[in-house]
């Protein structure tokens, strides 16, 4: 059975392959053929746009004396030919209208392909040009388009090609000239190849079969020496993350980033795999949820082709505690001399205890009296009379707060002179190291030195320096010292030798 698919080969006009009739002046195209394979015995050349009978005869009568098929196949694909008309006849001798046939079909100004779609046919191909009844006046359509390699600036690595295509509605396509960097226009024939480095211009026009001339298009574009190979393989890490328990286990989830860079031709491609599975590739960062230990192995490869050795990160999951909604526990109490009634003599001091089974405390704080919540770092010592409350709480590392608690308590003079032999000299002096700051009465009877006590006993000098810290706290709160004088008694402490062997016994143990 003969095939009637279309072949869509571009073919042109040969001569000798087609014998063209003279134009046929009615509205009846008829082609011919014979036992001729390599051409229509018969074809018209052109024709008047619109309704037109198209006649085919392949028979006895045209000539075919072995009852050899043919088709009548109008192109509907190739590039630069109309392709408003579909039309595919079989015909041959012995066929049921004994091998002649029409079909009546509307013609557009243009150019339309034709064709045998018979295998071993190929050559029977020629060209209808149809006018639309007057002077062709409209000139070519015509563009270009710039092809290669290029960098991120838009510059074409060692070459670049420029297609020149045109198309004409009216009397058809005639010539393409183009002109480079200002030399003759020339005819163009294949794409224009341009390999030298540097600024390029590539001006092109079209002329028509009626003489129409198009306006001359222009492209321009650069031409740059490509980079070097690039063959150096991309470098690329990965960081593990998650909250994580004291042994180093992720709590949960642990979230694996891997970042690749590449300084030649830029990072491709970014792919991991997961205990041991198949590299897939890396898109987003790798979230791992199973408890037990994982291993992630990971790669990059460049645009080169450069693959980076392979790399591997190894880390523990482990099922998260249950929720700590507990707060910690709280305790606080006062030491001190007192009297009959229990009142504190001279001082009292305030040590708050906190405890929490779950997170762990994360902060101790307390108030005293009035004053606004501190941090709990140490034992607090109340040395002003009067009666007083410290109120305390504590936070655990989940958030928790525990309820705030209280100690009440009262602190009396311990005579009519606090401080009999009140240490009276015009500065703060701690050892041998004379401060500058005035040693002023505290309101009590006692001054800075006095509080300061450096030769009471203390277990070892860190105890030594806190004390100062914590007799020094409330003299800041009541305008007693600024805060910079503050500092400059707890350095001048912590630079003594208070509290040390040397300042006990005299020697070094």
Not at 157 to 168: C, F, K
Not at 297 to 313: C, L, P
Not at 452 to 476: Q, S
Request: with cysteine; proline share 6%.
């Amino acid at each position: 059975m003969v095939s009637r698919a279309l072949v869509s080969v571009l073919l042109f006009v040969a001569a000798g392959l087609v014998a063209p009739s003279p134009a046929v002046a009615a509205a009846v195209l008829t082609w011919t053929a014979d036992d001729d394979i390599t051409r229509y015995k018969s074809a018209p050349a052109q024709a008047e746009a619109g309704a037109v009978t198209i006649v085919f005869e392949n028979s006895a009568a045209t000539g075919n004396a072995t009852g050899m098929p043919h088709t009548l196949t109008f192109d509907t694909t190739t590039p630069g030919y109309n392709h408003d008309v579909s039309l595919n006849i079989l015909a041959g001798p012995f066929d049921t209208n004994n091998g002649r046939h029409e079909a009546t079909v509307t013609l557009t100004p243009g150019r339309y392909r034709y064709f045998c779609a018979i295998p071993g046919h190929g050559q029977m191909a020629g060209e209808l040009v149809v006018t639309g009844g007057g002077p062709d006046t409209t000139a070519p359509t015509v563009g270009a388009e710039v092809a290669g390699e290029r960098n991120t600036a838009g510059d074409y690595l060692g070459r670049a090609t420029v297609t020149v295509a045109a198309s004409d509605e009216g009397s058809g396509v005639d010539t393409i000239e183009h002109q480079l960097d200002g030399g003759g226009f020339v005819p163009y024939t294949n794409p224009i190849e341009v390999g030298a480095v540097g600024d390029h211009v590539v001006r092109y026009r079209a002329t028509d079969r009626a003489g129409n001339v198009s306006e001359t298009g222009t492209v321009s574009f650069r031409i740059v020496e490509p980079p070097q190979q690039d063959t150096t393989p991309p470098t690329v890490t990965a960081q593990v993350s998650g909250s994580r328990d004291p042994s180093g286990a992720y709590l949960g989830t642990a979230t694996v980033t891997i970042s690749a860079t590449d300084a030649g031709s830029g990072v491709s491609e970014v792919e991991y795999s997961l205990d041991g599975g198949a590299f897939v590739a890396y898109a987003a960062p790798l979230v791992v949820n199973g408890a037990g230990a994982h291993m992630v192995h990971f790669r990059a490869t460049d645009a080169a082709g450069n693959r980076s050795a392979e790399q591997m990160v190894g880390f523990t999951v482990v099922v998260p505690p249950a929720e700590d909604t507990t707060p910690p526990q709280t305790s606080a109490s006062v030491a001190g001399e007192r009297d009959a009634t229990g009142a504190y003599l001279g001082r009292a001091t305030v040590t708050v205890v906190a405890s929490d089974a779950g997170s762990g405390v994360a902060a101790v704080e307390y108030a005293l009296d009035a004053e606004a919540w501190m941090i709990y770092r140490m034992p607090v010592v109340v040395s002003a009379t009067g009666s007083h409350t410290l109120r305390y709480r504590a936070t655990d590392a989940a958030g928790n707060i525990a309820s705030e608690r209280t100690v009440a308590f009262t602190v009396v003079p311990t005579g009519a002179d606090p401080c009999p032999a009140s240490d009276t000299r015009a500065t703060v002096i701690i050892g041998s190291e004379d401060t500058g700051v005035p040693n002023v009465d505290t309101g009590n009877g006692c001054t800075v030195n006095d509080l300061i006590a450096e030769h009471a006993p203390y277990p070892d000098h860190g105890t030594f320096v806190r004390h100062v810290e914590a007799v020094t706290e409330p003299l800041v709160a009541a305008g007693t010292l600024t805060r910079r004088q503050q500092g400059v008694i707890v350095r001048a402490a912590a630079r003594s030798d208070v509290g040390t062997h040397i300042h006990r016994h005299g020697v070094a143990q």
